[in-house]
């Protein structure tokens, strides 16, 4: 028990760099079946509900964010160590990305896109103040968020353990870097 909490702290520590590879591999192999069978095109700070993804789209963004964060981190990493490896923040991108493959799930029987769907109708009406949000979706948006926070640390401090970074500039920058990529790849995937 107390190993699988050590894992779940930090992965990067506690297992070697085959082992993430090949984890990281097969999960994001996970991901973009999930995300095809749910209807979910992922972006790094959100996923969205969509009809009709094809399993090309959704290989297409999802190696769009991996090689995004991939080189962006790579690039940052070697700023501030020059021993920095590609290897090791590549592990970082794809064992951080797993969590978010459980909110793929949220989309079961089209769920997610149905709420989307009638908050886009209320809010287009001028009737977004009578949507009554239920408490199950107020439960899995708190679950969202906590699966993405858990994405962001895990980012964070993979990260931080491949580059050896201690100082404050170098979380800024890695924060920085990560919403502007966010945005930046948004833009390119909901223009494919």
Request: charged share 10%.
């Amino acid at each position: 028990m107390n190993k699988l909490l050590q894992y779940i702290k930090n992965p990067f520590e506690t297992s070697n760099d085959k082992n993430l590879t090949i984890i990281g591999i097969i999960l994001f192999i996970i991901g973009i079946i999930l995300a095809y069978f749910f209807q979910i095109q992922l972006q790094i700070l959100r996923v969205n509900p969509l009809v009709k993804l094809t399993i090309t789209d959704i290989i297409i963004g999802h190696l769009i964010i991996m090689l995004a964060l991939t080189i962006v981190y790579f690039i940052l990493g070697k700023i501030i160590n020059r021993k920095t490896r590609l290897l090791d923040i590549l592990n970082t991108v794809l064992i951080s990305l797993a969590p978010l493959y459980l909110i793929f799930f949220e989309n079961i029987n089209g769920y997610m896109y149905e709420e989307i769907y009638q908050m886009e109708e209320a809010i287009k009406s001028g009737g977004m103040l009578n949507i009554k949000t239920s408490i199950f979706s107020v439960i899995i948006s708190v679950i969202s968020i906590s699966i993405t926070i858990y994405f962001i640390y895990l980012l964070f401090i993979g990260f931080k353990t491949a580059t050896n970074a201690k100082k404050i500039w170098h979380y800024v920058l890695f924060f920085a870097i990560l919403f502007i990529t966010d945005l930046l790849c948004s833009g390119l995937i909901n223009s494919i």
